[in-house]
């Protein structure tokens, strides 16, 4: 059999939130009732144009080149609804309403889960799926986007979230018997899939790409290699359903070496995986005849422009595979970097010139997979001069200052264990009793007030100019103050100055910190419509001025209460930026360590009693293959200890983990010896908190009793209940009382009305203690 022709040149997808946030303000917009269905309809049929229109300007040309990977809110959440696996809650529901009821809940339903996208920072909503759930082809956006596209002039490849990743990512609903496993599902949701390929090829479309980044995770409930069997057994099925697109089934993220000779005895045409997982077969007997690789040569996830040379020997190492044609690609989905570099303009004239040959956003990947493809079709000779550029480009990188620091350097070399090392808690915790004089179970929060509009105006204006800097710090310290009052007037017990000086607990540092870059425009979508800018790490990191100190003492001035000092973690301020790829990430950690630990030192000698260091993405880059997760932790545990390690035995260091299960890492979690912990639990009901006890963790730990993510107000009852559960599993004197996480995307109603109520919850349990 000749295997169908598959585009030489392909990205696995694009980003969907606009360059200018389209998207974001057009969702927002109906949310808000300023426009309505049918205008936000049109905002999203005009977004997927513009990007085709785009993708096609920049090179891909060929017919099923450019996928159709737009997402109203989240991929998951479009197979949720294309599969009307839709939880009983939301029952009556339809079209926009159903969506977004989804996403973010209603005044009768909460909303799904929302958890890490394998080890990114990008969210989706969590499935519920139960042996009753209904599954079948319910909705037929794919399908209509596709003919909208072809209508418009485009010959795009519909692009779903595979069957096995869908049902590995989904949880069991409430009330399924314990025995039940979401894959269970898996003959159903195959049959649904079957009748959508049949489908899309009535509505003529060659190619369709299924993603199955579930193949390459040892980090889910299922073992991989029953993910594998039984997309071996789906895929079997789906290459049997005639007539059908070609199909292309991507495996990004980990590495999809074991899933490879499974899925090429499949019948589908075409796979994807990291080029250099692919080359390692060349010799291995596992047969390629009869499929197409599309090979991701292009890293998807990191903005460094590419070193061609290195590109094209890992493609020239698949020929002895390629029988079936080898196309080039990304390593994933294009949705997790900016769209163009050339928008940005930064301050430092050096930098800038730097920064603009140094980095590939979307755009410029797409050009450099084009550029590869026309190597790999038309001879290596002709893209000669491309490949010698992008080699000039790494060589005058690794030279420019700023790049390699000596100071750095030495310092880093000389850290040895005992800079990681505090003494024994046991020493530590009466100290910190006797010098904070706290009640028991005292009453907290984890950083961040609400980020009203009128701060996030206030700070856009300073930035354009309008107000002066005197301007942009009143508002900020008359923020504080409120903050500060309003805990004391709710008598938390340890306070916060509410974060309100800060864009983003990255971004914040990164400005602040040699080493770093910061964007204008490069928006990147964390979950719906809430974006980041990822913060570009491209240099040795120093420290040459203090980051929070003024705002702590600040905060501290106004209250006898005590203000901790908060600080975002290098394992954090790494996984939410993009990171240099010339050095160990190791190293770069310790760098941001040593910095960051110039910081604790400077808070503490301030009086800052508390400081709070944050690392909600510890769990989030933990590696996807089991057998790199010993290694990562060392450096990941390491460089929080260096940071925090400087803290004298009576300054209580405080850490918060969230938006993760924790199970995995328990034995990390404890390994930071932090003092305090706190950690989501509200939406799992205080599970960890078991697993913590028989683990023997001994220290002090805020299991979150607020769902943040919702707007709902728990009652004084319900956090009872939470805080009875948390000292019914840990001793008393160890819980604190706290949210799962900050506040800053919450609204000041509900925040006050919660925190009433969560200290008199904490009251009323204090009350009963013996
Ligand atoms: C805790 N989380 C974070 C993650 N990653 C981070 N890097 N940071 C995080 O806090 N990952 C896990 C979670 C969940 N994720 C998020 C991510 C993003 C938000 C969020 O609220 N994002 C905001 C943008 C935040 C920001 O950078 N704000 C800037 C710019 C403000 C802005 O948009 N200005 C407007 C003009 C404003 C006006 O005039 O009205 C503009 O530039 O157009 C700032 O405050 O200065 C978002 O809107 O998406 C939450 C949780
Ligand atoms: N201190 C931060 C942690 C978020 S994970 C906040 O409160 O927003
Ligand atoms: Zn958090």
Redesign the pocket.
Known sequence: MTSPRFPSATILGYPRIGPS?EL?RAVESYWAGKIDADELRSAERGLRLASYKRLRELGLTEAASIPESFSLYDQVLDVTVLLGAIPERFAGRTGYDLYFSLARGNDTAPPQEMTKWFDT?Y?YLVPEIGPETPIGLADRGVVERFAEAREAGFDVRPTLVGPVTYLALAKAADGAPAEFSPLDRLDDVVDAYAELLGELAAAGAEWVQFDEPALTSDNLPAARSDLIAAAFRAWQQLAAVDPRPNILVTTPYGDASQAIPALTQTGVEAIHAAAGQLAPFAGSGVDFSEVVLVAGVIDGRNIWTADLGRAERSLQALEPLGAAGVSVSTTTSLQHVPYNTEVEKWDDPELDANLHEWLAFADQKVREVVVLAAGLTEGWGTIADEVRRSEDILARRSRSAGVVREDVRDRVAAVDESLRTRVEYAEREPKQRERLGLPPLPTTTIGSFP?T?Q???T???F?RGEIDEAGYLEAIRAEIADVIALQEGLDVDVLVHGEPE??????YFAELLEGFAVTSQG?VQ??G??????SILWGDVARTKPLTTEWTAYAQSLTDRPVKGMLTGPVTILA?SFVRDDLPIAQVADQVALALRDEIADLQAGGAAIIQVDE??LRERLPLAEEEHEAYLAWAVGSFRLATAVAEPSTQIHTHL??SEFGQIIDAIDALDADVTSIEAARSRMEILPELAEHGYVRGIGPGVWDIHSPRVPSTEELTELIEAAVAAIPASRVWVNPD??L??RAYPETKATLENLVSAAKAVRGRLS
Do not use: E, F, L
């Open positions: 946030r974001k920072n969210h980020q509009p701060i996030r105006k700070r856009a204006a930035n800060r864009n983003d607990m990255v971004q928006w964390s979950y419509t809430r974006c980041t800018r990822p939410w909600p993405a969230c938006y996480c900050g800053k995307t």
